[in-house]
């Protein structure tokens, strides 16, 4: 009897334990004659690009029956720790959002990457025409081999947001055109009791935006990129980028952020502005979801653009504007066939229009219909026709470490624990130790 | 049940599933990180044998010594919050709250911030020490009592975050101490206590001469649990200020993680694990020696 009972606990542990194991190793999975992929984007199902890259699957479904998807969501500041632990087990998504001066990062050690090489892929399939070439240079540009491995996620142009409400009530009737105009705006903002500028310090990549905005307009749009290669013997230590670091830092000083910048998050300082707690904001056109959203904007049309103001003209015009291509969309390249490629073929040419549509913004592809579009998606993009040359952002082509990093300290530059030549002392080392 | 369990073949059908979970999940993951800890790249994109270099190269990067600085005053501050303040809640709670019903409301009040999930606690942390754009509780109570010189970014000041960070740590964890100890006074002959009285014993006489010894087993628990949780700290920090500001609050286990899939060094990150590892089991081996001295 006592036998039997053991035998019996012995059968029934034997059948958890395979129910277990059958899990992991995936028993059940649908048939592999029908063509199944994988999304794995940054923006929640019902938004953005992945509410178009979802419809445009579901319409092509609709003609091709043995096509299916699955998407999964993953929040933008984990996207790339998320597909660095999916590439650490070699099982990259069919489709998966990334940052775009990153792609390189998904290269093999034979220096192959991991992903679909887009510009011949696309030329062979007879779609390239479709993407708008300033996009397709920026994405080139983007990646240390010059190559073009993603789709672009939208087309961001990033320039002050100012609440015009404010600005009258303080007396100011235009936009600065230079730096200097800027901080005696927003001096004067101040001593009417209004916050100037809203800074979301905890996201920490509003803080080096600012300084990289004061460094683009008194050295160029390639400062960066020089600096970082070490190009002309230029470097972090030297003074203009010190300078660009002090002015952020005697701005925080003088009180221009308001209190603790560095406890609230970018989302926050949005709110500011449109809510008229704050006059101004360094943003990118990712704010058109909220200034088009009634309920997101309670100041209606009420808020302006102007672009970062000047600091030398010569070198770096008002019609230079930092611009990006967004987060991208990679395709990997042992998950890509035959019929990923028609699916490609067929949502390429539809991204442009149908962003038009539903959400009244330019993303980099080409568009062909007519679309009214909401005050706001109408202001922006004629700030990017505007636009006769780009520059990216500040950390755009730092190592993996020192971008991380650099944000940490810019935290303590703004807190006034680090100085602005430590700040950029710190860089400068950090580069080198990377390069 | 006792010939049951007698039974070798009945003991290997009882631990299998458990044993294979525990070497999939735990044991399998530690040997793979120590392998992975001798190599340099990313597993899925190639990887180069560098032998000692990782464990060699931490004692010279500015963001592992930063990072173990915090962790080792964060350990320090949170053990102590929790094993002092666990021990002198239960201890509270047992000799002078005599009403069994308040005793009874105590407990679950002090147990209820250990079932709260880590980001809610965060989030309610925020927002009372929040200044921008409205005053938080804390700030909202010093402007009005006109203390304004204390109206300031607790969150956002390098010498204020650490210490609100620790704060948060010792109330969300001190509850569970206080049950575990509280449990373990509860155990303790009442005999011993009334012998004691009769005596003349102080508080202070009793709690060193009957109270600690009687627990030092469970209180040696207590301090493992504490000391080794500490140690991993990462989810809190993260979650309340992610880190910051600058590195005030930048763990050991964050700066391992930033490693491994953040600037795509998995064998660094690993060798950190390994460290980490090797730390926590430091502090169990060490702890066990003391209770066996004890005991002896």
């Known amino acids: 009897m006592k036998r039997n009972t053991i035998k019996r606990l012995g059968m029934f542990s034997v059948l958890i334990f395979l129910f277990v194991i059958s899990l992991f190793i995936g028993l059940g999975e649908g048939s592999s004659r029908t063509k199944k992929i994988t999304m794995l984007l940054c923006w929640p199902k019902d938004q953005n690009l992945s509410k178009i890259l979802t419809d445009l699957t579901e319409e092509y479904i609709k003609i091709n029956k043995n096509f299916s998807y699955e998407f999964e969501y993953v929040p933008q500041s984990d996207v790339v720790q998320k597909v660095q632990v999916l590439l650490a087990s070699d099982s990259l998504p069919d ?14 050690e034979n220096s192959e990457y991991a992903i679909v090489n887009l510009e011949s892929e696309l030329k062979k399939l007879g779609v390239l025409h479709w993407i708008d070439p300033k996009v397709i240079s920026m994405l080139k540009e983007l990646n240390v081999d010059k190559g073009m491995y993603a789709l672009p996620g939208g087309l961001n142009i990033e320039g002050f947001f100012y609440n015009k409400e404010l600005f009258e009530r303080a007396g100011i009737k235009k936009t600065p055109k230079t730096w200097d105009e800027l901080l005696e705006i927003c001096e004067k903002l101040k001593k009417a009791g209004i916050q100037p500028i809203a800074l979301g310090g905890k996201d920490r990549w509003p803080i080096t935006r600012l300084i990289h905005a004061y460094i683009y307009r008194s050295l160029g749009p390639d400062a960066m990129y020089k600096a970082i290669k070490g190009i002309d013997g230029v470097k ?17 000083k003088n009180g221009y952020f308001g209190e603790g910048a560095n406890t609230i998050s970018n989302g926050t300082a949005e709110d500011m502005v449109l809510n008229k707690k704050a006059a101004m904001i360094y943003d990118g056109s990712w704010l058109l979801s909220k200034l088009n959203n009634p309920s997101q904007n309670p100041s209606g049309e009420n808020i302006g653009f102007f672009s970062v103001p000047l600091v030398d003209p010569k070198v770096s015009p008002i019609t230079i504007y930092p611009m990006n291509p967004g987060v991208v969309v990679a395709l990997s390249s042992k998950k890509y066939d035959s019929e990923t490629a028609k699916w490609l073929r067929y949502i390429v040419p539809k991204i442009g229009n149908k962003m038009m549509e539903v959400w009244g913004v330019y993303a980099g592809y080409r568009v062909t219909k007519e679309v009214e579009l909401p005050y706001y998606s109408k202001l922006i993009y004629d700030e990017v026709k505007k636009a006769k040359g780009y520059t990216f952002w500040f950390e755009t082509f730092f190592d993996l470490q020192t971008n991380a990093i650099c944000g940490q300290w810019a935290q303590s530059l703004m807190n006034g624990t680090m100085t602005p030549e430590e700040f950029m002392l710190n860089i400068q080392k950090s580069i080198e130790a990377n390069r | 049940m006792k010939k049951v369990l007698g039974d070798k073949r009945a003991l290997f059908i009882f631990v299998f599933p458990a044993l294979i979970v525990f070497l999939m999940f735990v044991f399998f993951p530690v040997l793979r990180s120590v392998y992975y800890s001798f190599f340099k790249g990313n597993p899925g994109l190639g990887l180069t044998y560098c032998g000692i270099e990782n464990y060699t190269r931490m004692w010279f990067d500015p963001e592992f010594l930063k990072s173990l600085s915090v962790t080792l005053k964060y350990v320090i501050v949170v053990f102590l919050g929790h094993i002092i303040g666990g021990f002198s809640l239960a201890l509270f709670l047992f000799f002078l ?21 880590i980001v809610a606690v965060a989030q309610i942390f925020s927002m009372m020490f929040e200044i921008t754009p409205n005053y938080g509780l ?20 390098e010498s204020s975050a650490f210490w609100i960070w620790c704060f948060m740590d010792i109330w969300r964890g001190v509850g569970f101490y206080t049950a575990i100890i509280y449990g373990a006074l509860v155990e303790i002959p009442v005999e011993l206590f009334e012998c004691a009285v009769i005596d003349g014993a102080s508080l202070s006489k009793i709690i060193s001469n009957i109270v600690i010894p009687y627990i030092r087993s469970v209180l040696l628990v207590c301090i493992t649990f504490s000391l080794v949780g500490t140690m991993r700290v990462f989810e809190s920090s993260l979650a309340l200020t992610n880190g910051g500001p600058g590195t ?5 286990s964050m700066v391992m993680y930033d490693n491994a899939f953040t600037y795509m060094r998995y064998g660094y990150g690993s060798a950190i694990a390994v460290f980490l590892f090797i730390l926590c089991y430091l502090i169990g081996f060490i702890l066990r020696r003391i209770d066996s001295w004890f005991r002896d």
Do not use: C, E
Not at chain 1, 238 to 244: I, N, T
Not at chain 2, 144 to 152: A, D, E, F, P, R
Not at chain 2, 248 to 252: D, E, F, I, S, V
């Open chain 2, 97 to 117: 709250i005599k009403s069994k019903k308040i005793k009874d409301i105590l407990r679950t009040i002090t147990f209820l911030p250990v079932v709260l999930p």
């Open chain 1, 95 to 108: 489709i998966f959002a990334y940052g775009s001066s990153r792609l390189h990062t998904l290269k093999k």
């Open chain 2, 248 to 252: 005030a609050t930048r763990t050991l």
């Open chain 1, 236 to 252: 972090f230590t030297d003074p203009v980028f010190v300078k660009a670091a002090k002015v952020i830092y005697d701005m925080a």
């Open chain 2, 138 to 157: 804390v700030n909202a109570i010093f402007n009005s009592i006109g203390l304004k010189s204390l109206v300031q970014p607790w969150l956002g000041k």
